[in-house]
């Protein structure tokens, strides 16, 4: 039987919104990545942050527990001719011993909040190299944002569908949290950015990125997904028939440093 995580992978690879060109560059800049730097993807999904930075590193482990997010991002590694990325099974917990050679970029994306960032932050400290560090690349509430009017029609139906509380699209980052976290780490030289991306959906498009939650993916729904998605496409067409859907997200980056001696 598929489980959450593996039923939203094709999803996820199709209709999740790439990060904005900025945060890339913002990592290739502060680790001055020219083609010779080892980079670890940590619960890299399909490779969202690792697959752009390839062309910028000598190799790119990505890592990531369920074996059909590993299998996308394999897909869209050779769709793309990248050659220089390693597709691991793991999970943070166990990345001291994925006998990985000396990193010195790991970045983290979505999945640093699922994660025992304590202790992963402890650990990194054995794996990553003397002038390595991290990059952890987060969605942000934006204050005094309820978000589009037409993310309420959708709430309203996932929460038929799902019940009350039930994680999408809102399920966001404290930016203050992560400053603090890691600030007493021992990468606690922490740098922060944020920028605006704008995202336009089409109707299929608002669909596929609910399906890539694993709390509304397809093994969740069951034999509703027919239901859900013919009740989703009903409220979103009745609150805009011209079928496009805008949000703005913001995106927040901490580039994070051993202090200097």
């Given at each position: ?100 050679p000396r990193i010195d970029l790991c ?14 932050l402890a650990d990194l400290d054995d ?29 309203e139906v996932r929460e038929r569908f ?100």
């Amino acid at each position: 039987m598929s489980t959450p995580f593996a039923s939203a992978a094709p999803y996820y690879a199709r209709y999740r919104s790439p990060y904005p060109r900025e945060i890339h560059t913002l990592l290739a800049d502060r680790f001055a990545l020219d083609g010779s730097q080892t980079v670890l993807d940590l619960g890299a999904g399909p490779g969202t942050l690792g697959l752009p930075l390839a062309s910028l590193a000598d190799h790119v482990y990505a890592v990531d527990p369920e074996p059909a997010m590993l299998a996308e991002g394999t897909r869209l590694a050779e769709e793309r001719g990248l050659t220089n990325i390693s597709w691991l099974r793991g999970d943070a917990a166990r990345v001291t011993r994925l006998c990985l050679p000396r990193i010195d970029l790991c970045v983290i994306g979505k999945a640093f909040h699922r994660m025992d960032r304590g202790r992963l932050l402890a650990d990194l400290d054995d794996v990553l190299a003397p002038r390595g560090g991290l990059g952890v690349v987060v969605s942000l509430r934006r204050p005094g944002d309820r978000g589009p009017a037409w993310l309420a029609a959708v709430e309203e139906v996932r929460e038929r569908f799902l019940g009350p509380g039930s994680p999408g699209q809102s399920d966001l980052d404290d930016w203050e949290d992560l400053g603090d976290l890691l600030a007493k780490s021992p990468f606690s030289r922490v740098e922060t950015h944020r920028c605006d991306l704008l995202v336009r959906r089409t109707v299929d498009e608002v669909i596929g990125l609910q399906l890539s939650f694993p709390s509304s993916s397809p093994a969740v729904l069951g034999d509703r997904m027919a239901a859900f998605e013919a009740e989703l496409r009903r409220a979103l067409l009745d609150h805009d028939p011209r079928g496009t859907y805008a949000r703005t997200l913001r995106i927040g980056a901490a580039v994070a440093t051993r202090p200097r001696r």
